[in-house]
């Protein structure tokens, strides 16, 4: 591979970010003025100009032209969950027969795709197909290699012709702008003049799966679905525990190196990587960034673990659950509040003053994460992650915040006006009644059962899906936290004793929501906490299509609207949007296991039993015994006739399920009813593996799949 860089010669740091058109690189190639003023357009206190966009569309051209790249393409997240691009060359002709290479201010700010095809739920008929992409400038520009080509992307938004948002970009900007618009609020009340502006962080770390390309191939479903819909376990699963950060095998570290080159030429800082809890599962960590950038580079980091997997004969799965009965993936999302002068709001300071801060907006957090666990529970809403949460596996459905004995217990003693404690490391905490407690160092411990937990310095939600974009739970939470920090603005703002009010604003939020209601630091698997948690009266919703239904209450409506978020409208297009990829998920699946049941299961099985019923009957003849040969035979020919009555009840129920036209009514008929008939029909199926000789089997099994590499 022509593009694949060896950094046993070559110093990372010699080729880190060659591909990224970083601040750095706009820094050297931009005049002092035009690099300023970007600066100010990335930090929300100005519009870009054209004229501004015409110079920085030059360097990038020229820029990019220099590595070699042919074409540029806005990148853009559409509904999909993926992300889309739309190639133009540079190529301009001069009627001479040769070209030039062009690149405008306008083609970079602005793009047109026909993207009618693209999920709008209703906000755009097909005839009405025009939408737009505009550059997203707090996102860098970055190329794209394969070993045939340079692509020059633009991280964009994508809008209608109306201005409605068509993807999860605009409304995760529109999200940051509002935390950051409540967040400053209260610093100015706290009395803090410098600050302009409060961002959000976020680091993700990317849970997936590798196979051997071979065994892939042979499977349908994984093809088709990212999923195994049959697959018996094999006699080991992770029980042993001897995966999880265990020594790297010698092709997943080819592999892996490959994969952190491709990050880091992009300035993707790859930092983390480890064997995970299930056989053949892995995890990947970039160094946290601003949002969109980190909501970006996700994108990039789950198609490289792809296409870095192809090279090696490998595929690399992102599904929540690519096979039952083993370990799914998550993704998990850390994230914090800062401000541009290096602030960040969730690190205890050193004074009361600046603790008092941090203990302001851990609170806000508190509050906001249970008021909208319903929201938040509805931001990772999935199929595929609807076998991970609610189904006896991590994170539970419920939604609750660790927060760690010390701190749990400077909230408690807070909230119960208690003067003086002693932290867990024994040194005495002073509560004065107008000032807030000088804190301990590292106020977190660890927790591996939580949702949502405060480890440190930022807090980790937990519940996202490993295959989906990290957008729109940013977008949530990050709403949810401005409401909250709103009303505690309104409060601070007209109070004159402002230690007093934030003693009472804590106090009144944390017994609230905190104590005895969000706040958990036990064991989150427990069956006892999933009785607790309705005895405190937590939601506890299992399924994708219940936890949608939250999208369209006048709650969150309101609370979308207040902030300018999204609209009405944009709401209700995205709840339809989520119902439909729902139902047609499952579809596919269903689909794939009626063909896999009836046209390599069925003929395989039935091929083995008429074998063995030929072979008792050959024993029988000569007088032997043949009463383990027809016994089998029997069995499987029982266990054939109940695939086959189990994939026509599934086939019928999938018929039924197609034909409701309400979108709504329909993602439930596939929920409750294809669901439980796909589970009927793979019980055979997986009973019939364990069953029938290895050759007459027509797929490579979990042993295959899990265990080799
Ligand atoms: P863990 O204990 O979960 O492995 P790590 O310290 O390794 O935690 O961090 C995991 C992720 O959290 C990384 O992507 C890291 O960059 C990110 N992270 C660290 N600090 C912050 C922060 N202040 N805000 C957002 N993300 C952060
Ligand atoms: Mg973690």
Not at 205 to 222: H, I, S, T
Request: with cysteine.
């Amino acid at each position: 591979m022509s593009n694949v860089i060896d950094f046993t010669k070559t110093p990372v740091a010699d080729f880190y970010g060659i591909n990224s058109f970083s601040n750095s690189v706009m820094r050297e190639r931009l005049p002092k003025n035009i690099y300023r003023e970007i600066r100010a357009v990335q930090g929300g206190e100005k519009e870009l100009s054209l004229e501004v966009a015409e110079v920085v569309a030059a360097a990038m051209r020229e820029w990019a032209i220099s590595k070699g790249a042919s074409h540029y393409t806005h990148w853009f997240h559409p509904l999909t969950g993926l992300t889309a691009e739309k190639h133009d060359s540079f190529i301009a002709p001069t009627g001479d027969g040769k070209v030039i290479m062009e690149f405008s201010g306008k083609e970079l700010v602005k793009g047109e795709p026909d993207a009618s095809s693209f999920p709008s739920g209703g906000l755009r008929a097909t005839f009405e197909a025009r939408g737009y992409t505009a550059w997203d400038v707090t996102s860098p520009a970055f190329l794209k290699q394969d070993p045939t080509g340079t692509t020059l992307c633009i991280p964009t938004a994508f809008i209608s012709y109306y201005g409605q948002a068509l993807d999860k970009k605009v409304p995760l900007l529109k999200s940051i702008d509002a935390l950051s618009k409540q967040a400053i609020r209260v610093l100015r009340a706290l009395g803090n003049t410098k600050t302009k502006r409060v961002i959000t962080s976020v680091g993700p770390e990317q849970e997936y799966f590798l196979v051997d390309k071979e065994y892939y191939d042979q499977r349908p479903d994984l093809m088709l679905t990212g999923r195994t819909v049959f697959g018996s376990m094999p006699a080991k699963g992770q029980e042993m525990e001897d995966h999880y950060f265990g020594a790297i095998k010698e092709r997943v570290a080819g592999f892996m190196r490959e994969l952190n080159t491709e990050l880091w030429k992009v300035g993707i800082a790859a930092k983390t990587q480890h064997n995970e809890v299930a056989p053949n599962q892995f995890e990947i960590a970039p160094i946290f960034t601003n949002t969109t950038t980190a909501v970006d580079a996700n994108q990039v980091v789950m198609e490289t673990i792809k296409n870095v997997a192809h090279r090696h004969g490998m595929e690399g799965l992102l599904h929540e659950k690519p096979f039952a009965g083993v370990n799914g993936s998550g993704k998990h999302n850390n994230w914090s509040m800062d401000t541009d002068d290096g602030m960040n709001l969730f690190n205890p300071g050193a004074d009361p003053a600046s603790n008092a801060q941090f203990l302001l907006f851990v609170a806000a957090a508190i509050e906001a994460v249970d008021r909208y666990a319903l929201l938040l529970r509805s931001s990772v809403a999935t199929s595929g992650n609807e076998h991970r949460l609610g189904a006896n596996e991590a994170p539970p459905a419920i939604v609750s915040i660790f927060l760690g004995g010390a701190l749990t217990e400077i909230f408690d003693n807070i909230t119960e006006g208690r003067s003086a404690t002693h932290s867990q490391s024994g040194e005495l905490i002073k509560l004065g009644v107008s000032s807030l407690p000088n804190l301990p160092k590292d106020v977190s411990d660890r927790n591996r059962t939580s949702p949502f937990a405060f480890t440190g310095n930022k807090f980790e939600f937990r519940m996202v899906g490993s295959a989906q974009s990290i957008a729109t739970p940013n977008t949530y939470l990050n709403v949810s936290v401005a409401q909250v920090l709103s009303e505690f603005a309104d409060k601070l703002e007209k109070a004159t004793d402002k230690n007093e009010a934030i003693q009472s604003i804590i106090k009144e939020s944390y017994s609230k929501h905190g104590k005895n209601k969000v706040v958990f630091n036990g064991n989150g698997y427990s069956d006892e906490w999933v009785r607790e948690a309705e005895r405190r009266g937590l939601p506890n919703v299992k399924n994708t299509v219940d936890s949608l239904t939250v999208l369209t209450s006048s709650e969150t409506i309101s609370l979308f609207e207040t902030h300018k978020v999204f609209t009405k409208e944009e709401m209700e297009s995205r709840y339809h949007i989520y119902l439909e990829k729902y139902s047609k998920q499952i579809n596919i699946e269903a689909g794939v296991m009626i063909n896999m049941a009836r046209r390599y299961i069925f003929p395989a099985v039935t091929a083995f039993a008429g074998d063995l019923a030929d072979n008792a009957a050959s024993l029988s003849s000569i007088g032997a015994n043949n009463a383990p040969q027809a016994k089998r035979a029997k069995h499987i020919a029982d266990l054939v006739a109940e695939l086959y009555d189990e994939t026509a009840k599934l086939d019928a129920t999938l018929t039924e399920a197609q034909s409701i036209e309400d979108a709504f009514a329909q993602a439930q008929a596939y929920s409750e009813k294809v669901r439980p008939a796909m589970d009927a029909v793979r019980a055979r199926g997986d009973a019939l593996e364990k069953l029938v000789a290895k050759d007459y089997w027509p797929f490579p099994g979990y042993e295959e799949l899990l265990f080799k590499l």
